[in-house]
């Protein structure tokens, strides 16, 4: 059975970092893509970034890009998602996914 478990998420101003953290279980997880999804309120899902390879493959978002960075501790099966200069546009609950399975979120609130 597939799981997926996002924690780290809370309440920060902006121009704060957070790390998300998902711990993994249930597929082989070095061997298979992984995506963070967000989802704001009042809105739809929005992809947010990608990890495959081990975490040496890795994409995002342009509306992230060079503020998140994806990472994986395959020794734990955990991914990470190390944001950055936060802003308020980034509140929303966070996702981590495999196959289609996006098991438990973790709130991110960006505040003045």
């Known amino acids: 059975e597939v799981q997926m478990v996002a924690s780290g998420g809370g309440l920060v101003q902006p121009g704060g970092s957070l790390r998300l953290s998902c711990a993994a279980s249930?597929?082989?997880?070095?061997?298979?893509?992984m995506d963070w999804v967000r989802q704001a309120p009042g809105k739809g899902l929005e992809w947010v970034s990608g990890v495959s390879s081990g975490g040496y493959r890795t994409t995002y978002a342009s509306s992230v890009k060079s503020r998140f960075t994806a990472s994986t501790d395959n020794t734990k099966n955990t991914l990470h998602l190390h944001m950055n200069s936060l802003i308020p546009e980034g509140t929303a609950v966070y996702y981590c996914?495999?196959?289609?399975?996006r098991g438990q979120g973790t709130q991110v609130t960006v505040y003045s």
């Open positions: 249930g597929f082989a997880f070095s061997s298979n893509t």
């Open positions: 996914e495999y196959s289609g399975d």
